[in-house]
């Protein structure tokens, strides 16, 4: 597991790419902010919003999984310099958001998060890594002003 982040700023190249056309969208200014808070090294990114079909697609052709999921990280390049894609499917996400009644806005922002600590190296496969990710997560998500995901109280 990564250390807690350095003191200094890291520096985020940034591009935000949207496939779709859907009310909710968050801005490219809300997934920099939302990037930013989970970085802990420079990279490059792109963030890319899709659709159902191009999720799926995604999700089969690289994780053996057929169906639309929320977010999918890929790494492109670990050094000198992070670089990776995020990719988060539009529908997915508001279907959710919806059914945990919560905003659009706090389930991108959550699911930015995530993608960015996967492309950092954070994982979720065993019980201590997952435990910490989500700790992770939820410290991150207050500090950007949203309940904390996982619904922990304290």
């Not at 982040?5 to 890291?10: I, V």
């Not at 997915?92 to 905003?103: D, N, Q, T």
């Not at 950092?120 to 997952?130: F, K, L, M, V």
């Amino acid at each position: 597991m990564n250390p807690e982040p350095a003191t200094r700023n890291p520096k985020l190249e940034l591009a935000v790419q949207y496939a779709i056309k859907a009310r909710g969208l968050p801005s490219r200014a809300q997934v920099r902010r939302w990037a930013r808070a989970a970085l802990e090294r420079d990279a490059r990114v792109t963030v890319r919003v899709i659709g159902s079909g191009e999720a799926r697609t995604l999700n089969r052709d690289f994780r053996g999984k057929d169906y639309a999921t929320n977010v999918l990280s890929f790494v492109m390049r670990e050094r000198p310099q992070l670089e990776g894609d995020l990719a988060l499917c539009a529908p997915v996400i508001a279907r959710e958001a919806r059914a945990r009644r919560k905003s659009t806005a706090a389930h991108y922002a959550h699911l930015v998060v995530h993608g960015i600590l996967h492309l950092q190296g954070y994982d979720h496969e065993s019980g201590r890594a997952a435990h910490d990710m989500e700790r992770r997560e939820s410290r991150i998500m207050a500090r950007l002003g949203f309940p904390d995901p996982y619904g922990n109280q304290g």
